[in-house]
Structures are given as structure tokens and as C-alpha cells.
Nanobody
């Protein structure tokens, strides 16, 4: 099992920046992908960005050039969000996938961007 704890959400004005952090614990040796998803009210959860264990990244088109995902050698994954827009408002969830295919989710952190 993998446990994930997010931090760093909050309220920011349009054009501002936030950095989300996610700490993984448990069976972290078997993680192959870590990433961030978001869910806005009335919408489905969507992928924001993810990063593989060898550093390959993948971004949603809506955040390319504004968000950057990174991962340290231990158990942390980060999402640097710049030039935030009101449409980025959502609950952001950390996600981890083990080599077995098992997925784990964090509890979510609210990001609100005011116009």
C-alpha cells in the first residue's frame, strides 16, 4: 500500500502561482508513475500531469507551459503552477501507480483562482 498526503493548495489571484507537494509513504519502492489530477465542480476528474520513475513527463494541453511537475529521489512529487487562471480552480489529487498497476490517491487539496 502507498499513502499520499498533499499540501500547498489555497486561494490565489489570476496570474499568480502555487506549488503543490505530495509525500508518499509505504511501498514507495514499487512506484512507477506519480502525478496530479484535478476535479472541478460538476466535472470529471482529469489528468493534469504525471512523471515516471525515470523522469518522463506528461501534461494536459491546458496546462502545458504553465505547470511543471517534478519528483525527488525519495518520495516527493511537486506541481509548480504559474500563470494560474480561474479555470484551474479545482480539487487537486496526488496519484501514484505501483508496478503491479495498483493506484493510490491522496485526500485532495483545494486550489481556488480568483479573477
Amino acid at each position: 500500500q502507498v499513502q499520499l498526503v498533499e499540501s500547498g493548495g489555497g486561494l490565489v489571484q489570476s496570474g499568480g502561482s502555487l506549488r503543490l507537494s505530495c509525500a508518499a509513504s509505504g511501498s514507495i519502492f514499487s512506484l512507477v508513475v506519480m502525478g496530479w489530477y484535478r476535479q472541478a465542480p460538476g466535472k470529471q476528474r482529469e489528468l493534469v500531469a504525471d512523471i515516471t520513475s525515470d523522469g518522463n513527463t506528461n501534461y494536459a494541453d491546458s496546462v502545458k507551459g504553465r505547470f511543471t511537475i517534478s519528483r525527488d529521489v525519495k518520495n516527493m512529487v511537486y506541481l509548480q503552477m504559474n500563470s494560474l487562471k480561474p479555470e484551474d480552480t479545482a480539487v487537486y489529487y496526488c496519484n501514484a501507480v505501483r508496478i503491479s498497476g495498483q493506484r493510490s490517491w491522496g485526500q485532495g487539496t483545494q486550489v481556488t483562482v480568483s479573477s
